[in-house]
């Protein structure tokens, strides 16, 4: 299900997933595919780790990752295995035909 909630996002983000709902910053951007993809990729691996702990381990490592980065909150959302995944295989609008489970983890130790 995708929703147009524009109030809830800062300036520099698009779109934002929560189980099982992906929201987005503007109308216009349901026509996205690689935004969609992206998205749908989060929604992929918060299924996947029964959506709970995917935050959990989302929010751990965007703590450690904003600690090593200095205080850079948008580098450490930016290195995030998660988000690697996703910015990594969003133009690849095939990619969750593929994909297997737990792949985000081959991003796990990039720092």
Known sequence: MVLIFSKIFPKEFIGLTLWPIIFLK??????DWVL???????LRQQWEL???????FYGVEWFLR????????YK??????FEQEAYA???HLDYLQ??????FLKYLCRW
């Not at 503007?26 to 026509?31: N, P, R, S, V």
């Not at 029964?50 to 959990?56: A, H, K, S």
């Open 76 to 81: 450490a959302y930016r290195m995030i295995s």
């Open 98 to 103: 593929y994909r297997k489970t737990f792949s």
């Open 26 to 31: 503007e109308k216009h951007m349901k026509g």
């Open 50 to 56: 029964w959506v709970l702990p995917f935050y959990v």
């Open 66 to 73: 904003f600690v090593y980065y200095r205080f850079d909150g």
């Open 89 to 91: 295989m969003e133009n």
């Open 36 to 42: 969609l993809n992206h998205e749908r990729i989060h």
